[in-house]
């Protein structure tokens, strides 16, 4: 690493950091020739003019306790957590969004018809609106690979504030676009691509955020850094269904509805743009990244656009496809090839992203992503990937399907009515006045009256989840992130088949209300379990690793963990749709003792090969 003590100016505008020498922070004149800041420069919240450190090195304990290092780190910390709150937030938002847009055309079929789509109806058009959080969560997982190494090649001060810039364009679009009933599904689809850039976000801040801080809270930083900012998720869950619910002085869009999407579009572009100026006020870049031109800002940010460019292509290959075949027979013909067709889907998606950074990226971020590819040489690599997956998929990935869930499990009820000549059913009544009228004494399925509402608890989970993982991180600090992670993922995978066994016998019922509350304290324990595993994970590979490969590493296997982010909710509608979400829960149960299975050969047994990380 860079000390004030060991540095020449030779390792200014080295980038990879192949010479090994640094700066001479004694000569200031140096330094201020350089466009660097020293440590004590850039302490504090006064506005700066000057953004790079000259010298940073988180393990040096001189620097980090008495020379403001631990000041710098948290300040650009507590920068970090509402961009990627934002990135969160708009990158689930769809989920919101596109029920509201069934909502709608439910009441009123003439309303958000699609008529450049062919105007399609029944379960053609809910297949067609399901389009929208899907693109929205596979660009937002390929994003994430390009994110991986961004840090590395452009600093992580820019992508923090240009990601948050970025995000304000799917926000207006969404309030432009549903403002009109007529509008263009085709927009739509731009606007959900785009909005993945909230989700590839995450990969390249705490990519940023673990070179900031040593290793012995890697945890606590990194949790933070996650736990705080996904809580994007839960806002997005609470206020969004509160703002498109709200007129605002609007007119109904059909009698007696009170929905208005394009409302949801308002919601986070004023934090975006906060959050984006605090980012150029207040965030610092280390000496070794994005030394390009001189270290010019404006080559930096073009180097930025070019990756995200490149990533957005990435994801567009399996936007194509998912809505090539979305009508596909083929692809419907068994629970087993509709899983295979979203496996399939990104697959296409992550060969194709790989070959353009690796074919078509400039030279210079050519050799970057090069650099750090060494890290797929290394098994841990594979390992924590498979492990964090499960952490971030299930975290995620189940609050996105927890509203429809609870709307599935307990929407409806079972009754004894009676059924006339007419074939009019009934709720209640006498058996015996029903069978004098000529009717048939029946027991059918309305919708609950009794009914929680999906939205009403939806951001519970989510938050709870979201809270957890710093406290998952600082246990991961103080007794090893892989015995924490064991004990997490054996409660995690009980808790999951605890769940689908309720579900089973939930859907039975005649009154599934009365095991709302056990459903509720279940889905909490899995939130808390897979959130405190997302800090405990995070942890491992900030101490298997060196800050040179850390953060990809970090960056990495998020990517992979956000294509399963897109995977699980998939697999719960597949479920759902045949009436048997318990074989999800008992499916990821196993697969989460696999996880456990590797952490405890590779990590936690007496002979591990790297136990106690």
Same mark, same amino acid.
């Given at each position: 690493?860079? %000390?004030?003590?060991?540095?020449?100016?030779?390792?200014?505008?080295?980038?990879?950091? %192949?010479?090994?020498?640094?700066?001479?922070?004694?000569?200031?004149?140096?330094?201020?020739?350089?466009?660097?800041?020293?440590?004590?420069?850039?302490?504090?919240?006064?506005?700066?003019?000057?953004?790079?450190?000259?010298?940073?090195?988180?393990?040096?304990?001189?620097?980090?306790?008495?020379?403001?290092?631990?000041?710098?780190?948290?300040?650009?910390?507590?920068?970090?957590?509402?961009?990627?709150?934002?990135?969160?937030?708009? #990158?689930?938002?769809?989920?919101?969004?596109?029920?509201?847009?069934?909502?709608?055309?439910?009441?009123?079929?003439?309303?958000?018809?699609?008529?450049?789509?062919?105007?399609?109806?029944?379960?053609?058009?809910?297949?067609?609106?399901?389009?929208?959080?899907?693109?929205?969560?596979?660009?937002?997982?390929?994003?994430?690979?390009?994110?991986?190494?961004?840090?590395?090649?452009?600093?992580?001060?820019?992508? &923090?504030?240009?990601?948050?810039?970025?995000?304000?364009?799917?926000?207006?679009?969404?309030?432009?676009?549903?403002?009109?009933?007529?509008?263009?599904?085709?927009?739509?689809?731009?606007?959900?691509?785009?909005? =993945?850039? =909230?989700?590839?976000?995450?990969?390249?801040?705490?990519?940023?955020?673990?070179?900031?801080?040593?290793?012995?809270?890697?945890?606590?930083?990194?949790?933070?850094?996650?736990?705080?900012?996904?809580?994007?998720?839960?806002?997005?869950?609470?206020?969004?269904?509160?703002?498109?619910?709200?007129?605002?002085?609007?007119?109904?869009?059909?009698?007696?509805?009170?929905?208005?999407?394009?409302?949801?579009? #308002?919601?986070?572009?004023?934090?975006?743009?906060?959050? +984006?100026?605090?980012?150029?006020?207040?965030?610092?870049?280390?000496?070794?990244?994005?030394?390009?031109?001189?270290?010019?800002?404006?080559?930096?940010?073009?180097?930025?656009?070019?990756?995200?460019?490149?990533?957005?292509? =990435?994801?567009?290959?399996?936007?194509?496809?998912?809505?090539?075949?979305?009508?596909?027979?083929?692809?419907?013909?068994?629970?087993?090839?509709?899983?295979?067709?979203?496996?399939?889907?990104?697959?296409?998606?992550?060969?194709?992203?790989?070959?353009?950074?690796?074919?078509?990226?400039?030279?210079?971020?050519?050799?970057?992503?090069?650099?750090?590819?060494?890290?797929?040489?290394?098994?841990?690599?594979?390992?924590?990937?498979?492990?964090?997956?499960?952490?971030?998929?299930?975290?995620? =990935?189940?609050?996105?399907?927890?509203?429809?869930?609870?709307?599935?499990?307990?929407?409806?009820?079972?009754?004894?009515?009676?059924?006339?000549?007419?074939?009019?059913?009934?709720?209640?009544?006498?058996?015996?006045?029903?069978?004098?009228?000529?009717?048939?004494?029946?027991?059918?399925?309305?919708? &609950?009256?009794? +009914?929680?509402?999906?939205?009403?608890?939806?951001?519970?989970?989510?938050?709870?989840?979201?809270?957890?993982?710093?406290?998952?991180?600082?246990?991961?600090?103080?007794?090893?992130?892989?015995?924490?992670?064991?004990?997490?993922?054996?409660?995690?995978?009980?808790?999951?088949?605890?769940?689908?066994?309720?579900?089973?016998?939930?859907?039975?019922?005649?009154?599934?209300?009365?095991?709302?509350?056990?459903?509720?304290?279940?889905?909490?324990?899995?939130?808390?379990?897979?959130?405190?595993?997302?800090?405990?994970?995070?942890? %491992?590979?900030?101490?298997?690793?060196?800050?040179?490969?850390?953060?990809?590493?970090?960056?990495?296997?998020?990517?992979?963990?956000?294509?399963?982010?897109?995977?699980?909710?998939?697999?719960?509608?597949?479920?759902?749709?045949?009436?048997?979400?318990?074989?999800?829960?008992?499916?990821?149960?196993?697969?989460?003792?696999?996880?456990?299975?590797?952490?405890?050969?590779?990590?936690?047994?007496?002979?591990?090969?790297?136990?106690?990380?």
């Amino acid at each position: 690493m860079y %000390t004030a003590d060991t540095m020449s100016s030779s390792a200014l505008f080295d980038p990879l950091n %192949t010479s090994g020498t640094g700066i001479d922070e004694s000569n200031n004149k140096d330094v201020e020739r350089s466009g660097l800041a020293s440590i004590e420069e850039s302490a504090g919240w006064h506005r700066k003019v000057k953004s790079k450190l000259a010298s940073w090195d988180p393990e040096n304990e001189e620097q980090w306790e008495n020379g403001h290092g631990g000041h710098i780190a948290t300040r650009n910390l507590l920068m970090s957590i509402p961009n990627i709150s934002v990135g969160f937030g708009v #990158w689930v938002i769809w989920t919101i969004v596109s029920k509201s847009i069934l909502e709608v055309h439910t009441a009123d079929p003439t309303l958000y018809a699609f008529e450049d789509w062919g105007s399609p109806q029944g379960d053609e058009y809910k297949r067609l609106v399901s389009l929208l959080p899907s693109v929205a969560g596979l660009s937002g997982a390929t994003l994430r690979v390009c994110n991986t190494f961004m840090t590395h090649i452009v600093g992580g001060r820019i992508p &923090n504030g240009q990601n948050s810039i970025l995000l304000m364009v799917p926000t207006i679009m969404i309030a432009w676009a549903l403002n009109s009933t007529d509008t263009s599904f085709s927009v739509l689809l731009v606007a959900a691509w785009f909005t =993945g850039v =909230g989700g590839g976000a995450f990969s390249s801040s705490n990519n940023n955020i673990s070179t900031l801080f040593p290793k012995s809270q890697q945890g606590y930083a990194l949790g933070f850094n996650a736990g705080i900012g996904n809580f994007g998720v839960s806002l997005t869950q609470l206020f969004v269904p509160l703002c498109i619910g709200t007129s605002f002085g609007n007119q109904p869009l059909a009698p007696g509805l009170e929905v208005w999407p394009n409302h949801a579009g #308002w919601v986070w572009w004023p934090v975006a743009l906060l959050a +984006a100026i605090g980012t150029y006020m207040w965030m610092s870049d280390l000496p070794e990244h994005g030394n390009h031109k001189g270290n010019n800002e404006l080559w930096n940010t073009i180097y930025f656009y070019c990756l995200h460019a490149q990533g957005l292509l =990435g994801g567009a290959v399996g936007v194509l496809f998912l809505i090539a075949t979305r009508n596909s027979a083929f692809f419907y013909t068994s629970e087993a090839v509709q899983i295979a067709h979203k496996f399939l889907a990104v697959l296409l998606t992550c060969v194709a992203e790989h070959l353009i950074l690796w074919y078509v990226s400039p030279p210079i971020v050519r050799e970057g992503v090069r650099k750090q590819g060494e890290m797929f040489r290394d098994k841990h690599t594979w390992i924590m990937t498979f492990i964090y997956i499960m952490s971030f998929s299930c975290f995620i =990935g189940y609050a996105a399907t927890f509203p429809k869930l609870i709307e599935f499990a307990y929407g409806k009820a079972r009754e004894w009515g009676c059924t006339d000549r007419q074939g009019v059913f009934t709720v209640g009544g006498a058996e015996d006045d029903c069978l004098d009228h000529g009717g048939t004494w029946t027991k059918e399925v309305i919708d &609950n009256p009794d +009914a929680p509402n999906p939205f009403s608890y939806a951001w519970i989970g989510a938050g709870v989840g979201s809270l957890i993982r710093p406290v998952g991180g600082m246990a991961a600090d103080a007794w090893g992130g892989a015995n924490c992670t064991m004990v997490l993922t054996l409660w995690l995978a009980a808790a999951s088949m605890w769940l689908g066994s309720l579900l089973k016998r939930t859907i039975t019922l005649d009154h599934p209300e009365d095991t709302f509350a056990l459903f509720v304290f279940l889905s909490l324990n899995v939130f808390v379990s897979a959130g405190g595993i997302n800090g405990t994970s995070f942890r %491992t590979i900030g101490v298997l690793y060196d800050t040179k490969l850390a953060g990809p590493v970090l960056g990495w296997s998020s990517a992979m963990g956000s294509y399963g982010a897109y995977i699980f909710p998939e697999l719960f509608d597949i479920a759902i749709e045949s009436n048997s979400p318990e074989k999800t829960f008992y499916g990821l149960a196993c697969y989460y003792l696999i996880c456990a299975g590797l952490n405890w050969w590779y990590y936690v047994r007496p002979q591990a090969e790297r136990r106690g990380v």
